[in-house]
C-alpha cells in the first residue's frame, strides 16, 4: 500500500475552515475510493472516483464534504466549514480496474480544534 | 443488511497461540470477503481475502474459514507472534459492482511475548 501517497499526514483545522485532502493512487490505478475511520471504528466508505467522474457517492455526508479525480493531478477530498465530529482518519484506495483489488494509503488525520 | 458484524472487539493471547475473529453477514449480495491488517497510524494493508466458492483459504500462518449457509467467516492466525498485535478488520463487497466494503468494527489483537 506504500503506492498510494497521501498528503498530509496530519492537518489541523479549526472550526469553519477548510481542509483538503489529497490522494495520489499508484501508478496505473485510474479508481479511488475514500474511506473514513472514526477513532475505535471500522472504516465507513465515502465515495468512489473514476478520473473526472463520480461513480458512487452514497455514503458522502450530503452537506459540506465535496470530492473530485481531475483528469490530471490527485484526488481531493474537501470539507468545507470543518467541525469537531469531522475528526478522523481519512484513507483513500486506488484500484486499477472497476473489478480489481483496491490498495490503501496510509491515510490523512484530521483533527479539527 | 449492508452491515459486517464483528467479534470479539479485542483479543488477548499468548505467544503461540491460535486467535481466532468471527464475522458475519446478512446481505447473501456479498461475494468477496478480505481481511485487513492495521497498525497504529498506518492504512489497512490487504492480509487474505475469500470468495463463497471455497470453505477455507490459507495463506502462511493465515486461514480464513468461510460458512456460507451460516453467513459466517473466520480469520486464524496459527503461531501468533508479537509482531501481529495489531487491528483486524473484516470486509465484505459485491465484486460484480466495486470494490466497495462494508468493513467490520474491528478487532484490537494483542500477542504476549
Known amino acids: 500500500n506504500a503506492g498510494v501517497m497521501q498528503n498530509p499526514r496530519h492537518l489541523v483545522r479549526r472550526r469553519g475552515q477548510e481542509a483538503r485532502l489529497r490522494c495520489s493512487p499508484m501508478k496505473g490505478h485510474s479508481h479511488v475510493y475514500w474511506y473514513r475511520q472514526l477513532p475505535e471504528e471500522g472504516l465507513k466508505f465515502m465515495v468512489y472516483l473514476q478520473k473526472e467522474n463520480i461513480i458512487d457517492e452514497s455514503g458522502m455526508p450530503k452537506e459540506r464534504f465535496s470530492a473530485e479525480f481531475p483528469k490530471e493531478g490527485p484526488s481531493i477530498l474537501r470539507i468545507q466549514q470543518v467541525v469537531r465530529g469531522d475528526s478522523a482518519a481519512y484513507f483513500c484506495?486506488?484500484?486499477?480496474?472497476?473489478?480489481?483489488?483496491?490498495?490503501f494509503g496510509q491515510g490523512t488525520r484530521l483533527t479539527v480544534v | 443488511q449492508q452491515q459486517v458484524k464483528q467479534s470479539p472487539q479485542s483479543l488477548i493471547v499468548q505467544k503461540g497461540g491460535i486467535p481466532i475473529i468471527n464475522c458475519a453477514y446478512e446481505?447473501?449480495?456479498?461475494?468477496?470477503f478480505p481481511w485487513y491488517q492495521q497498525f497504529p497510524g498506518k492504512g489497512p494493508a490487504l492480509l487474505i481475502a475469500i470468495r463463497p466458492d471455497v470453505s477455507e483459504k490459507k495463506e502462511g500462518r493465515f486461514t480464513i474459514s468461510f460458512n456460507k449457509s451460516a453467513k459466517q467467516f473466520s480469520l486464524h492466525i496459527m503461531d501468533s507472534q508479537p509482531g501481529d498485535s495489531a487491528t483486524y478488520f473484516c470486509a465484505a463487497s459485491m465484486t460484480s459492482g466495486t470494490y466497495k466494503y462494508i468493513f467490520g468494527t474491528g478487532t484490537r489483537l494483542k500477542v504476549l511475548a
Open positions: 484506495a486506488s484500484a486499477s480496474g472497476r473489478n480489481t483489488e483496491a490498495f
Open positions: 446481505n447473501t449480495a456479498f461475494d468477496y
